[in-house]
Nanobody, 124 residues
């Protein structure tokens, strides 16, 4: 299993942007599907986006479509999540995770390796 460390979170005004990074180590990153999740206080953890092994297929939660973009650079063993047009309700800890499988129906239970999370706080 790979080790993941997210970065790029921070404090941003509504309408602003952030780019989250997720470098992987200890394994072959291209062997894994990558997903991003978020967990806000008082809410359940929710899936945000996912990307297959080569970056050819992606899926997004409805609440981020058109605003967030998931990508990966296998040569750099790194995944990314570009967050644009941020809203206060996007405030959460964001996690990247890896899975051996790709499906638009993946849940958190399908992901085995997780990072420690990076905090995103959006103020109005």
């Amino acid at each position: 299993q790979v080790q993941l460390i997210e970065s790029g979170g921070g404090l941003v005004q509504a309408g602003g942007s952030l780019r989250l990074s997720c470098p992987a180590s200890g394994g072959t990153f291209s062997n894994y599907v990558m997903g991003w999740f978020r967990h806000a206080p008082g809410k359940n953890r929710e899936s945000v986006a996912g990307i297959d092994w080569t970056g050819g297929r992606t899926y997004y939660a409805e609440f981020v479509k058109g605003r967030f973009t998931i990508s990966r650079d296998n040569a750099k063993n790194t995944g990314y999540l570009q967050l644009n047009s941020l809203k206060p309700e996007d405030t959460a800890v964001y996690y990247c995770a890896t899975s051996m499988y790709y499906s638009v129906y993946l849940t958190s239970a399908d992901f085995r390796s997780w990072g420690q999370g990076t905090q995103v706080y959006v103020y109005s």
